[in-house]
């Protein structure tokens, strides 16, 4: 008899393609048998406030709130060193302006939002849907908007401009990749099983990277519109060596996030890391 492991990431390209191996049953998994299940960030950063499942994606600033019952996977990480969420704008603007303009946001929990606010602290926002935000911009209905997914490499062709990349800002800050989202597993499961999730994934990861041209074909159907190109591109921009593994420079690049949103008083305590 199989265990069944809930599994829960987002329906993007970079997240199809790490778990690609996983769930074609590329790799052996022995007694588990994953179940995987989709849903945009901010769905999945709430599910597990609620603890629905065993594993799941959520952004980093979400796990400020989770700390206490999911742990870090040691892999599975979406890092932009050097490129990160934009913010992009209708007409040209300067980033200082920000701060006198609302921002049509993709989730309140989402790093991006966070990253933003880090950036400045009074920017006032609004909630839409992330697969909304490129054409309430384009249509005047708000005056910038903060792209996550594919947008980041769609927007020009739209028309639209961009006014800050949160991860190009951030590294010139801190010399670190920006942390966006990563894979946290529930403390409940023990560290046996805990780690043998974690091996699991890490297999599936090296897979997709091993076998590229077929887990970015398989990845494709999940990309929203992108080209074979531009989805390799948004791949290997979000899945790499440091999805792999943190590494020192990545788990540095959470703590400093973590205690610089503390600092700021956007997160309400110290969060704790751990990494399985």
């Not at 206490?68 to 990480?77: N, P, R």
């Not at 403390?187 to 994934?201: N, V």
């Amino acid at each position: 008899m199989k265990t069944d492991i809930h599994v829960a990431h987002s329906p993007d390209s970079d997240d199809a393609f790490m778990f690609y191996a996983l769930a074609t049953h590329k790799i052996d998994t022995g007694e588990l048998n994953y179940i995987h299940l989709l849903n945009d960030i901010e769905t999945l950063n709430k599910k597990a406030l609620a603890e629905e499942y065993e594993v799941s994606a959520v952004s980093f600033h979400a796990y400020a709130y989770l700390a206490e019952k999911y742990a870090l996977l040691s892999c599975g990480a979406s890092m932009g060193n050097n490129y990160g969420p934009i913010v992009v704008s209708g007409k040209p603007i300067q980033p200082q302006a920000l701060a006198e303009k609302v921002v049509a946001i993709p989730g309140a929990l989402t790093t991006a939002f966070l990253a933003l606010r880090l950036f400045a602290p009074d920017v006032k926002s609004e909630i839409v849907p992330f697969d909304r935000i490129l054409e309430d911009v384009q249509k005047g209905k708000y005056e910038a908007g903060l792209l996550i997914h594919e947008g980041q490499l769609t927007y020009r062709e739209m028309g639209l401009h961009k006014v800050l990349d949160l991860g190009e800002w951030w590294l010139e800050k801190t010399q670190l990749p920006l942390p966006l989202g990563g894979n946290v597993i529930k403390r409940s499961l023990g560290q046996s099983l805990m780690e043998q999730i974690s091996t699991d994934i890490r297999k599936s990861i090296q897979y997709g990277l091993d076998h590229r041209e077929e887990a970015i074909d398989y990845a494709i159907q999940f990309s929203r519109g992108l080209d074979m190109q531009k989805a390799d591109r948004f791949i290997g921009m979000y899945v790499n060596e440091l999805t792999l593994d943190y590494g020192e420079n990545g788990r540095e690049a959470v703590r400093r996030l973590l205690s610089e949103a503390y600092e700021q008083k956007i997160i309400p305590k110290k969060v704790p890391l751990d990494f399985v």
